[in-house]
């Protein structure tokens, strides 16, 4: 199938995939604000001489966890004036609500968030929902869907209409389906199994969609409609499990047993008619990165095998996808058959199992795959012999402590990371999003794209290639940014982290004492056990825990 003409200009398809990041969602919303910044520019200057004509759309944005709620907070902020932030003001702990992804992200609801995870107000009646107060993420998902119809703005030439979005989700009712085997009974008997990889699939709309349903639901967010589900989905796809309260989605069953994802095993056992709610924790749990989701949506658009879509010379549309936690290469596990070994292993067995895709492994494995592009975090560090080296993966980010929930200690943190996220895609977008000068000659999207453009002007500083968006800045640098620790790298005091040890200790002895309906004599036994010696130990121990992972990250000097 031939790629899509619009206004005579061949277009080329991204499609958005972004992992889970708890905090580090904030290196996402850099990226993301860098990168709908630089298609704006580009189609300001379109038609200038020397410019390239091709076009480029993004039909499908999805996630996981923190990428889930930013592609939802991304479609969101499309019809609406948003000003990009390329350093920060005079005062580095301003908000900014003039951009929906550095106030949703950066901002929060407070510069001080884990004073408030620690609350214990959201502890009541004898009950325990999460380990951390995750109330405030209600007050973030009501901002992530809200969009201003009075100030409403055409929907931007470089999204393709009927934009979709969707979110993984980890449903623990999980949909029902079996297979059937012959036996000696009189009918077959059937071998029950249920999946609890979920997804709720949205398609941007102004309009009412009727007579259609392909299992992405309408969302129309000028007009409200849907809107509610959306922000449930953010909140559930980044229910962290056990650490921030599990979320309910309630939808339509139609476009459960529609949806392309889940309608082979719903074909013989759907669910039933009317609505549905399903329990959720973090999306991320099974499918982090789904990929696999996004190339679905770009195949049944293109149409192009795999075997063209992995070609340069032909590809029509790739996957991009940003990463702020990379996975590692495996290291060799202890053989060890001590139990306190095999419960970790098999638990990282069970999780790495679960996160495995179904797709062609040999074509996925192509350090050559025109398909697939990827951005992760990477900064430059001073070393003490006076030169450079580059920090990359969760290690270049202050957001990835404590498996990514070191940036609700200092925003600082987080401001480091909206910013370094940018600052990446601009160097993403100059030197790696590039095709190979071959497929200037030989690839009819960017024969005819490059056909009069100045190519020396967009070409790669790293090699031999040329720029699929345009980035029209001629100087890159990561913005001088003097944090509180004064240089370019956030710490924070430990006595910062000291003041944090008697919220700690109020809320593990509220946990302990509601966790569970004890009778009066056994609760007041557990209080005094608690406020002599257990809170104490447990603090102790969290609080060491959290220090020395700061230090391994040179967060805590």
Known sequence: MAAEKTSDQQVFYVGLCMAGAVSAGAYTAGVIDYLLQALTEWDKRRGQPGVPSHRVQIPVMGGASAGGMTSIMAASSLNNPITHIDKPSGDILAEHPENKLYHSWVDLVQADMFSKMLDTSDIKNSGVISALNSDFINDVATRVVSADPKQWQPTPAYIKPGLKIF?????????????????????????????????????????????HNDGWMPLDLKNKVNTDIAADAAMATGAFPVGLQSRIVKRDAQYVNNNPWLSNYLVNSPVAAGGYQTLNVDGGMINNEPFDKVRSVLDDLTGQPDVDYNNYNKFVSTVLMIEPFPTQAPTPISQSRAISNIVG?????????????????????????????????????????????????????????????????????RVHDFFLGRHNCKIFLRDYFTVPTKALTTNSIFVDGYANADKAKFKSTQN??????????????????????????????????????????????????????????????????????????????????????????????
């Open 167 to 211: 979110t993984t989700l980890t449903n623990l009712q999980g949909y029902a389906y079996n297979v059937p085997f012959n036996s000696s009974s009189p009918q077959p008997t059937k071998y029950n199994m249920r999946i609890h990889n979920d997804y709720a699939c949205f398609q941007l709309t102004e309009n009412a969609i009727t007579g």
């Open 345 to 413: 292993l098999t638990l990282s067995s069970m999780l790495s199992q679960m996160r495995s895709k179904a797709v062609n492994i040999k074509d996925a494995m192509d350090s050559d795959c025109a398909g697939q592009y990827l951005i992760t975090p990477s900064r430059r560090v001073d070393t003490p012999d006076g030169k450079s080296t580059d920090l990359t993966g969760e290690q270049a980010i202050a957001c990835g402590a404590l498996s990514g929930f070191s940036g609700f200690l200092n925003k600082e943190f």
């Open 464 to 557: 031999d290639s040329y720029q699929i968006i345009p980035v029209f800045e001629e100087e890159i640098k990561f913005p001088d940014i003097k944090f509180s620790s004064g240089n370019n790298w956030p710490t924070i005091k430990e006595q910062d982290i000291d003041r944090f040890s008697g919220g700690m200790k109020d809320r593990i002895q509220t946990i302990m004492l509601n966790v569970a309906d004890l009778g009066w004599l056994t609760k007041s036994l557990l209080w005094i056990g608690a406020k002599v010696i257990l809170n104490r130990m447990v603090t102790n121990k969290i609080m060491v825990t959290i220090k020395g992972e700061l230090k391994t990250w040179k967060l805590l000097p």
